[in-house]
């Protein structure tokens, strides 16, 4: 099988478009937060009907992913014969349809249209996803996999933590009409968010991409499954964006309360943006943490710095003062000595990360006072390294499998349309703060994920050093 190096120029192209990608698909994907309160105060919808944003949108990836997988099952893996370039750009155009399908939702004021637009959003999403993800993994050795993935992701986070502040802007106060929102105030937005995946869509076709395509092996089609650490792996993505997007999609409304903070939804985006700001620094603290290529004394003083420019990156689009955000400083710090209490190691990591995730949240549910307002925020610190971390040990040695795990990986995104939903009836029927208590289940599996995988990856290192294209 043919090793593809990342020694050479020609990959830092390939890299700069993909990035510009993961920004894309973070923002629009973070817009689905503003969108949840929106929605349910403009058709005056319970917090079970309003995650139905979520449910529609992440629904798209298991319907897509599955699509793909029975494809891949009976004429083999799509990928491998139009290649990642051509996925990518399917899944733009797809993308684009799915945003100027907000026009006619917004003319009807319907909410099961603006459902239809998410769903066809969700779809060419599962396309990029399940193009783009293995494609970073693959521009080199494996071993450096996690630290390209996280740097991809990173950039996806900088989409995220953009998105509320400024889709925020758009949806409750520039597009508002005579300060009221309504569904027009969607409108605009989206046709201008449709145009620029059609110029991304065009970009990724006059551009030249390296074709990383394996050859297939057809002696077994469900090869994929055989490797343990992607089952595990399907469960730990399913649980992942699950409580990430559950937490998220509900912070407007946990700040909103009048015991908790009790601030308007334009004020409440800010600190939203803070939670996956925090999603941010973690990612590129871990782009250099896990990478093979940076000496490990140099890797304090880089972590340090970076952590400090995307601090101020972040404060320069909230508004909010210093002293307001001053105690996520504090988690920032927390997050750094994680990095180096985990030793570069993923499988440790990611089982680090999961635990504190889990003692933020118990503060949250049983603590009092402001702090439990940080706990929650900055559960996004320790959700940076989950996505990358799980899809590259899961995918790690799966050969000419790897679109096909791929695909399957997508399918375990089905998390982010279940368990907000759960969540939101929970909320119903428990409260908004108790409900929180459900991530800490998805957190506890994480953990297991992660143990696990250390144990059969140091059982086994011929996979662990096997090409991943």
Not at 28 to 39: G, R
Not at 305 to 312: D, G, M, Q, R, Y
């Given at each position: 099988?043919?090793?593809?190096a990342i020694?050479?120029?020609?990959y830092g192209?390939?890299?700069?478009?993909?990035t510009?990608?993961?920004?894309?698909?973070?923002f629009?994907?973070?817009?689905?937060?503003?969108?949840?309160?929106?929605?349910k105060?403009?058709?005056?919808?319970?917090?079970?009907?309003a995650?139905l944003?979520?449910?529609?949108?992440?629904?798209?990836?298991?319907?897509?992913?599955?699509?793909?997988?029975?494809?891949?099952?009976?004429?083999g893996?799509?990928?491998?014969?139009?290649g990642?370039?051509?996925?990518?750009?399917?899944?733009?155009?797809?993308?684009?349809?799915g945003?100027?399908?907000?026009?006619?939702?917004?003319?009807y004021?319907?909410?099961?249209?603006?459902?239809?637009?998410?769903?066809?959003?969700?779809?060419?999403f599962?396309?990029?996803?399940i193009?783009?993800n293995?494609?970073?993994?693959?521009?080199?050795?494996?071993?450096g996999?996690?630290?390209?993935?996280?740097?991809?992701?990173?950039?996806?986070?900088?989409?995220?933590?953009?998105?509320?502040?400024?889709?925020?802007?758009?949806?409750?106060?520039?597009?508002?009409?005579?300060g009221?929102?309504s569904?027009?105030?969607?409108?605009?937005?989206?046709?201008?968010?449709?145009?620029?995946?059609?110029?991304?869509?065009?970009?990724?076709?006059?551009?030249?991409?390296?074709?990383?395509?394996?050859?297939?092996?057809?002696?077994?089609?469900?090869?994929?499954?055989?490797?343990?650490?992607?089952?595990?792996?399907?469960?730990a993505?399913?649980?992942?964006?699950?409580?990430?997007?559950?937490?998220?999609?509900?912070?407007?409304?946990?700040?909103?309360?009048?015991?908790?903070l009790?601030?308007?939804?334009?004020i409440?985006?800010?600190?939203l943006?803070?939670?996956?700001?925090?999603?941010?620094?973690g990612?590129?603290?871990?782009?250099?943490?896990?990478?093979?290529?940076i000496?490990s004394?140099?890797?304090?003083?880089?972590?340090f710095?970076?952590?400090?420019?995307?601090?101020?990156l972040?404060?320069?689009?909230?508004?909010?003062?210093?002293?307001?955000?001053?105690?996520?400083i504090?988690?920032?710090?927390?997050?750094?000595?994680?990095?180096?209490?985990?030793?570069?190691?993923?499988?440790?990591?990611?089982?680090?990360?999961?635990?504190i995730?889990?003692?933020?949240?118990?503060?949250?549910?049983?603590?009092s006072?402001?702090?439990?307002?940080?706990?929650?925020?900055?559960?996004?610190?320790?959700?940076?390294?989950?996505?990358?971390?799980?899809?590259?040990?899961?995918?790690?040695?799966?050969?000419?499998?790897?679109?096909?795990?791929?695909?399957?990986l997508?399918?375990?995104?089905?998390?982010?349309?279940?368990?907000p939903?759960?969540q939101g009836?929970?909320?119903?029927?428990?409260?908004?703060?108790?409900s929180?208590?459900?991530?800490?289940?998805?957190?506890?599996?994480?953990?297991?994920?992660?143990?696990?995988?250390?144990?059969?990856?140091?059982?086994?290192?011929?996979?662990?050093?096997?090409?991943?294209?």
């Open positions: 099988m043919q090793n593809h020694n050479t120029p020609k192209v390939p890299m700069t478009v993909l510009l990608l993961f920004f894309m698909w973070g629009i994907t973070c817009m689905n937060d503003i969108l949840i309160p929106h929605l105060n403009l058709f005056e919808l319970s917090y079970l009907q995650m944003v979520q449910f529609s949108f992440f629904g798209a990836y298991f319907i897509g992913s599955l699509i793909y997988f029975i494809i891949s099952y009976v004429k893996d799509p990928i491998n014969k139009i990642y370039k051509m996925g990518i750009i399917i899944g733009l155009i797809i993308s684009a349809l945003c100027f399908l907000f026009y006619p939702a917004e003319i004021s319907k909410y099961s249209l603006f459902l239809f637009a998410l769903f066809t959003l969700g779809l060419g599962t396309l990029l996803q193009s783009a293995p494609y970073v993994s693959s521009l080199g050795a494996p071993e996999a996690s630290s390209r993935l996280n740097l991809a992701q990173g950039f996806n986070s900088l989409g995220t933590t953009i998105a509320p502040v400024v889709g925020g802007f758009l949806i409750f106060e520039f597009f508002a009409i005579d009221k929102v569904a027009e105030s969607t409108k605009i937005p989206y046709l201008i968010f449709g145009g620029l995946f059609l110029l991304a869509a065009i970009l990724v076709k006059a551009i030249h991409l390296p074709s990383l395509i394996s050859k297939e092996d057809s002696s077994n089609k469900l090869g994929a499954l055989a490797f343990p650490q992607l089952r595990g792996g399907i469960l993505i399913f649980f992942y964006v699950g409580a990430e997007v559950a937490i998220g999609s509900l912070i407007i409304n946990f700040l909103a309360i009048p015991e908790i009790g601030v308007d939804e334009h409440a985006k800010n600190y943006a803070l939670y996956w700001g925090g999603a941010m620094i990612r590129f603290l871990g782009a250099i943490s896990l990478s093979d290529k000496e004394t140099k890797k304090i003083g880089l972590m710095a970076t952590s400090i420019l995307v601090f101020l972040i404060y320069a689009f909230v508004d909010l003062s210093f002293n307001q955000i001053l105690p996520f504090g988690f920032i710090i927390l997050n750094i000595l994680s990095f180096f209490i985990g030793k570069s190691n993923a499988s440790f990591v990611l089982v680090l990360f999961a635990l995730n889990i003692i933020l949240l118990l503060v949250t549910l049983f603590g006072g402001t702090i439990i307002i940080w706990t929650l925020l900055s559960i996004g610190l320790f959700n940076s390294i989950m996505w990358s971390n799980i899809f590259t040990l899961s995918i790690t040695g799966l050969g000419s499998y790897t679109g096909q795990g791929s695909s399957l997508i399918m375990g995104i089905l998390g982010g349309a279940l368990l939903l759960l009836w929970l909320a119903d029927s428990i409260g908004l703060r108790n929180f208590f459900m991530p800490i289940i998805c957190y506890a599996y994480i953990i297991g994920y992660g143990l696990y995988t250390k144990k059969i990856l140091k059982q086994n290192p011929i996979n662990r050093g096997q090409s991943l294209h």
